[in-house]
């Protein structure tokens, strides 16, 4: 079964730092582009960061500089270290598969098809 | 950085109608680069179209996707009750960053 499974969500203080992370299976981490997406409580979807299969990375201006995302090819399993928490980085993450798909022009389809049940950070005081 | 602004904020219809939501690009923008999810309350997304026009594996044939330039639209023929829920469009363009627009909740009326 192709799944994500994010991890390492909680509570912590503004200032302080998280590691999620997000298992892969039944598709190579190596091969795809995975992208994080956060929600803040009853708001909409802000996209966080991706780290694409050739190893380019990109971030949100709004979180550049304070996440950094990884990826362990040998786990399958890629992260976003969070540092310097602020209160406006509680959300729910999610991590999800960027899926390509070829067509007759030379634009490429894409889509988020597989996502994970996302994994709560709250930074309070 | 391409914004997108759907419309209606929300919508109250009744199972059995036709709906169609709006989403709208600050610029013109590659119609393969224009997705669509569905979220119910306390579950992930879930990819409905991509590519702007072409339904993800097992999404119902009620589900349509089109538009080009930038003006695309989600519709749903004809409302079954498992449908009420948030509506989001989302664009990735060549390069990030990738950007989500607002959402439209549909509500049963």
């Known amino acids: 079964e192709v799944q994500v499974v994010e991890s390492g969500g909680g509570l912590i203080q503004p200032g302080g730092s998280l590691r999620l992370s997000c298992a892969a299976s039944?598709?190579?981490?190596?091969?795809?582009?995975v992208t994080w997406v956060r929600q803040a409580p009853g708001k909409g979807l802000e996209w966080v960061s991706v780290?694409?299969?050739?190893?380019?990375?990109y971030y949100a201006e709004s979180v550049k500089g304070h996440f950094t995302i990884s990826r362990d090819i040998s786990k399958n399993t890629l992260y976003l270290q969070m540092n310097s928490l602020r209160v406006e980085d509680t959300a729910i993450y999610y991590c999800?598969?960027?899926?390509?798909?070829?067509?007759?022009?030379?634009?490429?389809?894409?889509?988020?098809?597989?996502w994970g049940q996302g994994t709560t950070v709250t930074v309070s005081s | 950085e391409i914004v997108l602004t759907q419309s209606p904020g929300t919508l109250s219809l009744s199972p059995g109608e036709r709906v169609t939501l709006s989403c709208r690009a600050s610029?013109?923008?590659?119609?393969?680069?224009l997705a669509w999810y569905q979220q119910k309350p306390g579950q992930a997304p879930r990819l409905l179209i991509y590519?702007?026009?072409n339904r993800a594996t097992g999404i119902p044939d009620r589900f349509s996707g089109s538009g080009s330039g930038t003006d695309f639209t989600l519709i749903i023929s004809r409302l079954e009750p498992e449908d009420f829920a948030l509506y989001f469009c989302?664009?990735?363009?060549?390069?990030?960053?990738?950007?989500f627009g607002q959402g439209t909740k549909l509500e049963i009326k």
């Open positions: 999800a598969r960027v899926r390509r798909w070829s067509t007759l022009s030379v634009y490429w389809n894409y889509g988020m098809d597989v």
């Open positions: 039944g598709f190579n981490v190596s091969k795809n582009h």
């Open positions: 780290f694409y299969f050739d190893g380019a990375t």
């Open positions: 610029q013109s923008v590659i119609g393969s680069y």
């Open positions: 590519g702007a026009s």
């Open positions: 989302q664009h990735f363009g060549s390069s990030p960053p990738w950007t």
